[in-house]
């Protein structure tokens, strides 16, 4: 039973792109393969993969250059291998599109575990319309009503509140950029994003978490900024 269709492996390195290939051969019935930026940018116009794993040291183009370029022609969920990991990195890669980041060496087990969850997010979010309730913990989200329920009892949020929240589980499971989340609850950018936000996630968390100290819901991301936990 295969969790998905076809995936992309772009990586020079050969043993690399072996043990990547071995490691998902349960998870996708197809495993296409690319060795430079410019064949997987090709691969993936022709062959629609439904995840992409993206090696940031590709010989011919920026890593970076490649994400975007590849985000820009699908909404494939991309998993990004790299050596490197600074925040402003994380934050760079996030916001040129790619859902996940695993920094080389990488354990099998722990990469396979978070393509899993990128195809699980995929699957539940992708088709999601504005009519749909999602349950995160024991709260009940309701998309197109706005409405926020604890149980009996209904949270009142204010209209940013509300698109932050919105965001977040709309893409739960996904790290989001401060400017990310900042662009979505606000529509436009001004002023630093990391503050602002902190501010009213701050008020978001006292209302919808069950411990605002230590919040389940809202997951800060040290240096890059949100996530809302997906329940297994
Ligand atoms: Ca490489």
Same mark, same amino acid.
């Given at each position: 039973?295969?969790?998905?269709?076809?995936?992309?492996?772009?990586?020079? =390195?050969?043993?690399?792109?072996?043990?990547?290939?071995?490691?998902?051969?349960? /998870?996708?019935?197809?495993? /296409?393969?690319?060795?430079?930026?410019?064949?997987?940018?090709?691969? *993936?116009?022709?062959?629609?993969?439904?995840?992409?794993?993206?090696?940031?040291?590709?010989?011919? !183009?920026?890593?970076?250059?490649?994400?975007?370029?590849?985000?820009? !022609?699908?909404?494939?969920?991309?998993?990004?291998?790299?050596?490197? &990991?600074?925040? =402003?990195?994380?934050?760079?890669?996030?916001?040129?599109?790619?859902?996940?980041?695993? /920094?080389?060496?990488?354990?099998?087990?722990?990469?396979?575990?978070?393509? @899993?969850? !990128?195809?699980?997010? *995929?699957?539940?979010?992708?088709?999601?319309?504005?009519?749909?309730?999602?349950?995160?913990?024991?709260?009940?989200?309701?998309?197109?009503?706005?409405?926020?329920?604890?149980?009996?009892?209904?949270? @009142?949020?204010?209209?940013?509140?509300?698109?932050?929240?919105?965001?977040?589980?709309?893409?739960? #499971?996904?790290?989001? /950029? &401060?400017? !990310?989340?900042?662009? *979505?609850?606000? #529509?436009?950018?001004?002023?630093?994003?990391?503050? @602002?936000?902190?501010? @009213?996630?701050?008020?978001?968390?006292?209302?919808?978490?069950?411990?605002?100290?230590?919040?389940?819901?809202?997951?800060?991301?040290?240096?890059?900024?949100?996530?809302?936990?997906?329940?297994?």
């Amino acid at each position: 039973m295969y969790h998905t269709d076809s995936i992309l492996i772009i990586e020079d =390195d050969f043993h690399i792109r072996r043990a990547v290939a071995n490691a998902l051969s349960e /998870t996708a019935r197809t495993i /296409t393969e690319a060795s430079t930026g410019r064949e997987g940018i090709e691969r *993936a116009a022709v062959d629609h993969p439904d995840l992409i794993v993206l090696d940031l040291g590709l010989p011919d !183009q920026e890593g970076i250059d490649v994400c975007r370029r590849l985000r820009s !022609q699908s909404s494939a969920p991309i998993v990004v291998l790299s050596a490197r &990991h600074s925040d =402003d990195e994380k934050v760079q890669l996030l916001n040129a599109g790619a859902d996940d980041y695993v /920094t080389k060496p990488f354990s099998i087990p722990e990469f396979v575990a978070r393509v @899993h969850a !990128q195809l699980r997010r *995929a699957n539940l979010y992708g088709a999601a319309d504005e009519t749909t309730v999602l349950r995160v913990h024991d709260l009940m989200i309701d998309v197109s009503r706005r409405t926020v329920m604890r149980g009996e009892d209904s949270i @009142h949020l204010t209209p940013v509140e509300w698109n932050i929240l919105r965001v977040l589980v709309t893409q739960a #499971g996904r790290t989001l /950029t &401060h400017r !990310q989340i900042f662009h *979505a609850a606000w #529509g436009r950018s001004f002023g630093n994003p990391q503050q @602002h936000l902190r501010v @009213h996630v701050t008020h978001l968390r006292r209302k919808i978490e069950r411990d605002p100290t230590s919040p389940e819901i809202i997951i800060t991301e040290p240096g890059v900024g949100y996530r809302c936990e997906l329940l297994p």
